[in-house]
């Protein structure tokens, strides 16, 4: 199985803060990299595919980044709205699909 | 527009099988590149795929409850059943079924989750 690991496990930042969460998968699995964003109580909610493609809807300042076994989700600047858990899943061929451990991002 | 909504019982037993059903809507699993999943996350917990059903009644499943899951669907009906036998106290979560992105394995449309607690 493919393992993913993401980091850091807990971010403290601000309201403006360039955030940024790590996301590293134990093979390669090319560009097959979902980002969740989860709150409290709630379903997840999709932010981006393939790496880097931004589901429509999605503010602009969610970008993905990365290939093979690393990648990024960065917040340009946090906004009230975004303190939640993100998760990364890969999706690379068949199954299993696993999901990291999720990145709470808290207020500072 | 695409939703899915859980449903079974909020208290099992150990032992006990666990019999969740999944009804949806907005979409079709006879079309092709449909499927539709199923994921848990215990409490504090992050998320764990369990098993997914294609569009074909293809199936899969996380090999670590192979054993212990059986999912199935009833295209007529609009629902997916997933049945977990030999439930355990760490069996304890929220229970998601969710919508696969047609020809990828990631999930665009997510029900709500409903609560499964294991306990005598």
């Known amino acids: 199985d493919i393992q993913m690991t993401q980091s850091p496990s807990t971010l403290s930042a601000s309201v403006g803060d360039r955030v940024t969460i790590t996301c590293r998968a134990s093979?390669?699995?090319?560009?097959?990299l979902a980002w969740y964003q989860q709150k409290q109580g709630k379903a997840p909610k999709l932010l981006i595919t393939?790496?880097?493609s931004l589901k429509s809807g999605v503010p602009s300042r969610f970008s993905g980044s990365g290939s093979g076994t690393e990648f990024t989700l960065t917040i340009s600047s946090l906004q009230p709205d975004d303190f939640a858990t993100y998760y990364c899943?890969?999706?690379?061929?068949?199954?299993?699909?696993?999901f990291g451990q999720g990145t709470k991002v808290e207020m500072k | 527009q695409i939703s899915l909504q859980e449903s079974g019982p909020t208290l099992i037993k150990p032992t006990q099988t666990l019999t969740l059903t999944c009804t949806f809507s907005?979409?079709?699993?006879?079309?092709?590149?449909?499927?539709v999943g199923w994921i848990r996350q215990p409490p504090g917990q992050a998320l764990e795929w369990l098993a997914l059903?294609?569009?074909?009644?293809?199936?899969r499943y996380t090999p670590s409850l192979k054993n212990r899951l059986t999912i199935t669907k009833d295209t007529s009906k609009n629902q997916v059943v997933l049945t977990m036998t030999n439930m355990d106290p760490v069996d304890t979560a929220t229970y998601y079924c969710?919508?696969?992105?047609?020809?990828?394995?990631?999930?665009?449309?997510w029900g709500q989750g409903t609560l499964i607690t294991v306990s005598s």
């Open positions: 899943q890969q999706y690379n061929g068949d199954s299993p699909w696993t």
């Open positions: 093979q390669t699995i090319s560009i097959w």
């Open positions: 907005g979409f079709s699993l006879s079309a092709s590149g449909v499927g």
């Open positions: 393939k790496a880097s």
């Open positions: 969710a919508h696969r992105y047609s020809g990828y394995s990631y999930f665009d449309y």
């Open positions: 059903i294609y569009w074909d009644d293809d199936k």
